[in-house]
């Protein structure tokens, strides 16, 4: 059973920046998708950014183009995303998350596709 663990969320100014992080439980690289969602109250979990299991070209949700940066974190068997210029609706419970591709095919695109979830890291973005 693979486990992910996140790290990195805080509360910072408009404008500013953060990097998340999350560490996986064993090797996901050629294995897993894995991306970065997040939820506010009420609300479902949206997908932010997601990678293949070879990594290849990132998803991003168009709120984030141009501001949010995922990787392959291959050190740690994880994920980074990297969050530029945030803005106080960035605000919201940040989760990795992990489902197997190891025959390859795309990544889910809605969160209920995805059985591997961490416990979230709380984001807040004041103005």
């Known amino acids: 059973q693979l486990h992910l663990s996140e790290s990195g969320g805080d509360s910072v100014q408009a404008g500013g920046s953060l990097t998340l992080s999350c560490v996986a439980s064993?090797?996901?690289?050629?294995?897993?998708?894995m991306g970065w969602f997040r939820q506010v109250p009420s609300k479902g979990r949206e997908a932010v950014a997601t990678?293949?299991?070879?990594?290849?070209?990132?998803y991003y949700a168009d709120s984030v183009k141009g501001r949010f940066t995922v990787s392959r974190d291959y050190a740690k068997d994880g994920l980074l995303l990297q969050m530029n210029d945030l803005q106080p609706n960035d605000t919201a419970m940040y989760y990795c998350?992990?489902?197997?591709?190891?025959?390859?095919?795309?990544?889910?695109?809605?969160?209920?596709?995805?059985?591997?979830w961490g416990q979230g890291t709380p984001v807040t973005v004041s103005s």
């Open positions: 998350a992990a489902e197997e591709r190891f025959y390859g095919g795309a990544c889910p695109s809605d969160a209920s596709g995805w059985r591997f």
């Open positions: 064993e090797n996901t690289y050629g294995r897993y998708c």
């Open positions: 990678v293949g299991r070879l990594a290849g070209s990132p």
